[in-house]
């Protein structure tokens, strides 16, 4: 009778040779880097997903045109213009890629702009304990569920 293991995880592979190499990555579009480090602990650290960061859409569009990640992480309020904007120009070029809004401000009508230009999903960014209104990640049949419930 033989016994079957379960494959090391990337993080116990990682903690026994010190070093790991992503196979996967994703793109994290902010002029700031001010939630980066707790996306790269999470993706890199837990799920071995390396995380690219571009502040600028130029830098963003060269890194997806060299190499397509898995997902795009991309705050609302960009330097040159907005998230709105690089995702509408995302869909119009016929990109399926996936794209996650992000937004300090949380507010719903952000949330249905973002899926109305075709955005896969949006989450607010600000912490629960300095400012009010919702935290949690947003679909669009959550918004509509939230919106038949008030």
Not at 104 to 116: I, K, T, V
Not at 120 to 145: F, I, M, N, V
């Amino acid at each position: 009778m033989s016994t079957v293991l379960d494959p090391p995880s990337a993080y116990e592979t990682r903690r026994e040779t010190g070093r790991h190499k992503a196979q996967s990555r994703v793109l994290y579009l902010d002029p700031s880097d001010r939630c980066l480090a707790r996306v790269q602990d999470v993706l890199d650290h837990d799920f071995a997903i390396e995380v690219v960061h571009a502040e600028t859409v130029g830098e963003a569009d060269a890194f997806i045109a060299r190499e397509e990640p898995i997902l795009v992480l991309c705050e609302i309020h960009l330097a040159e213009g907005s998230g709105f904007d690089f995702v509408q120009d995302l869909r119009s070029r016929g990109s399926n890629l996936a794209v996650v809004m992000l937004a300090e401000d949380g507010c719903e009508e952000s949330a249905l702009q973002a899926f109305a230009v075709g955005a896969s999903g949006y989450l607010p960014t600000r912490s629960a304990e300095t400012k009010p209104g919702p935290t949690h990640p947003s679909t669009p049949a959550s918004l509509k569920k939230q919106r038949t419930m008030s």
